[in-house]
T-cell receptor, first 109, second 113 residues
Framework: QKEVEQDPGPLSVPEGAIVSLNCTYS??????FMWYRQYSRKGPELLMY????GNKEDGRFTAQVDKSSKYISLFIRDSQPSDSATYLC?????????FGKGTKLSVIP | DVKVTQSSRYLVKRTGEKVFLECVQD?????MFWYRQDPGLGLRLIYF???????EKGDIPEGYSVSREKKERFSLILESASTNQTSMYLC????????????FGPGTRLTVL
């Protein structure tokens, strides 16, 4: 079983919709949880970084971690066409990140 | 603007050739990483380094080696390229204090014929 599971999608939503992206993980040693965004033909870039359970908000983006159920989520409010990308969740215990396979999101104008 | 650069965006090599992929970061980061990214398999860690001349195997090190002689530079070497090493190769770096915050380069699309 892969340590981080993520639905690959693709997910297509209309502009302005609320988007929910989800991952589950199995490694209890993970202390840090991240969401990366990857545009086509580019390297991933860090979007959200959380250390503990709970919510973290940054503009239109909210990251949520529930360590008891080993569930991590990313919510995008008022989605824009520029949000169209692949979103990768990741967990880390030490040096090494373990990534989900990514969910491809398309926001349709 | 912080930056991770990779020596080539696109590379085409023949089976059996020795291939060098170079990565340079300008952020004085201690940690550097090499991943490959394949459709349906996601990002997989090949090797990482947490200091000059230090290296650790990732999840899929077979067929690869690495070199880190200077802090800012991390090289990935394919000793004898094979067709199953056709992939997108991504380099990343991070500081020792921020484990999850990795900065990625633009990637090298390697095709082995």
């Amino acid at each position: 079983q892969k340590e981080v599971e993520q639905d690959p999608g693709p997910l297509s939503v209309p502009e302005g919709a609320i988007v929910s992206l989800n991952c589950t993980y199995s490694n209890s040693a993970f202390q840090y949880f991240m969401w990366y965004r990857q545009y086509s033909r580019k390297g991933p870039e860090l979007l959200m970084y959380t250390y503990s359970s709970g919510n973290k908000e940054d503009g239109r983006f909210t990251a949520q971690v529930d360590k008891s159920s080993k569930y991590i989520s990313l919510f995008i409010r008022d989605s824009q066409p520029s949000d169209s990308a692949t979103y990768l969740c990741a967990g880390a215990g030490s040096y090494q990140l373990t990534f989900g396979k990514g969910t491809k999101l398309s926001v349709i104008p | 603007d912080v930056k991770v650069t990779q020596s080539s965006r696109y590379l085409v090599k023949r089976t059996g050739e020795k291939v060098f992929l170079e990565c340079v970061q300008d952020m004085d980061h201690e940690n550097m990483f090499w991943y490959r990214q394949d459709p349906g398999l996601g990002l997989r860690l090949i090797y990482f380094s947490y200091d000059v001349k230090m290296k650790e195997k990732g999840d899929i090190p077979e067929g690869y080696s690495v070199s880190r002689e200077k802090k800012e530079r991390f090289s990935l070497i394919l000793e004898s390229a094979s067709t199953n090493q056709t992939s997108m190769y991504l380099c990343a770096s991070s500081s020792s204090g921020r484990v999850g915050e990795q900065f990625f380069g633009p990637g090298t699309r390697l095709t082995v014929l």
